[in-house]
C-alpha cells in the first residue's frame, strides 16, 4: 500500500511539472510572430512546410519538439486509466488534451495560433513514450499491485454476462430428455399397480377340463393300464377260454 501510494505521488507530481512546462512552451505570447503564424487546418502542411522552407536543424527542432512533448503522456498516463484497452485511452486522452491546449493558444495567445499537425505530433510522442517505456513501468506497477492483494486504481470489475434463455431446439431436446427419464423410470404407484396384477394372476384357479377333454383322458388312461398292467389282461383271456371249453362239452 505504501510503495503504491509512492509511485502515485511520484507520477503525479511528474505529471503536474510537465503541464507547467507545455503552459510555458505553448502558451508563452509571441508578438514576433504575430504576422507570420496562420491556423493549419490540413493534416501534413505544416510537415511539408518544414521539409521545403526550414533548415534541417531547423525543421528536426519543430517537429522533435511537439514530439518530445507528447512524451509524458505515454510514461504518465497509464498510471491512471483502466488496463483495458490502455494504449487507445492513452491515445485518445492525449489528442484531446493536445487539441484543447493548440486551441487555447490560437484564441487566447498573441503570435500563437492552432495546427492540427501539432496535436499530430504530440500524439505520435505519446505512443513513442508508450511503447518504448511507459507499457513495461505500467505493466510492472499492476503486476505488483496485484501480487501483494492491493488493485491498482484502474482496475475494473468484469461485467457477468447475462443468462440466456434457451432457444427452441434446447427446449424440444430437454423435453424429449424428460420423457425418456419418465418411460424408463417409472412412478412408485405403476411399480405398485404391476406388482397387484402379478399377484393376482399367479393366485386365479386354473379352468376345469371340457368333457371331450375327460373322455380322451379316460380312453388314455385305460389303454395305458393295459398296456403297463400286462398281468390283469393275460386273466382274464384265461378265463374266457375256460368258459369256451366248458361250453364246448
Not at 399377484?199 to 395305458?224: C, E, L, N
Amino acid at each position: 500500500m505504501l510503495v503504491r501510494g509512492a509511485v502515485l505521488t511520484v507520477v503525479l507530481l511528474g505529471l503536474v511539472a510537465f503541464s507547467v512546462l507545455l503552459a510555458k512552451v505553448t502558451l508563452t505570447p509571441s508578438p514576433a510572430s504575430e504576422d507570420l503564424v496562420t491556423a493549419n487546418l490540413r493534416p501534413g502542411r505544416s510537415l511539408r512546410q518544414y521539409a521545403e522552407d526550414y533548415t534541417f536543424l531547423a525543421a528536426c527542432k519543430q517537429a522533435g519538439g511537439n514530439l518530445l512533448l507528447g512524451v509524458p503522456f505515454g510514461l504518465l498516463l497509464p498510471f491512471f486509466v483502466p488496463r483495458r484497452l490502455r494504449m487507445i485511452r492513452t491515445t485518445l486522452l492525449t489528442a484531446v488534451a493536445m487539441a484543447v491546449v493548440e486551441l487555447i493558444q490560437g484564441a487566447l495567445v498573441e503570435g500563437r495560433a492552432f495546427d492540427v499537425d501539432d496535436v499530430i505530433l504530440n500524439t505520435a510522442g505519446a505512443l513513442l513514450g508508450y511503447f518504448v517505456l511507459g507499457r513495461r513501468i505500467s505493466h510492472r506497477y499492476y503486476t505488483y499491485t496485484d501480487a501483494s492483494g492491493t488493485p491498482g486504481p484502474s482496475a475494473e470489475k468484469p461485467e457477468a454476462e447475462p443468462k440466456r434463455a434457451p432457444g427452441p431446439a434446447a427446449r424440444a431436446k430437454a423435453a424429449r430428455t424428460k420423457a425418456a427419464f419418465t418411460k424408463v423410470a417409472p412412478t412408485k404407484a405403476a411399480r405398485a399397480k404391476a406388482a397387484r396384477t402379478k399377484a393376482g394372476q399367479r393366485d386365479r384357479p386354473k379352468p376345469a377340463a371340457s368333457a371331450p377333454a375327460k373322455k380322451r383322458r379316460a380312453r388314455t388312461g385305460r389303454t395305458d393300464g393295459a398296456a403297463s398292467g400286462g398281468r390283469p389282461a393275460a386273466g382274464s383271456g384265461a378265463v374266457r377260454s375256460l368258459l369256451d371249453r366248458l361250453r364246448g362239452r
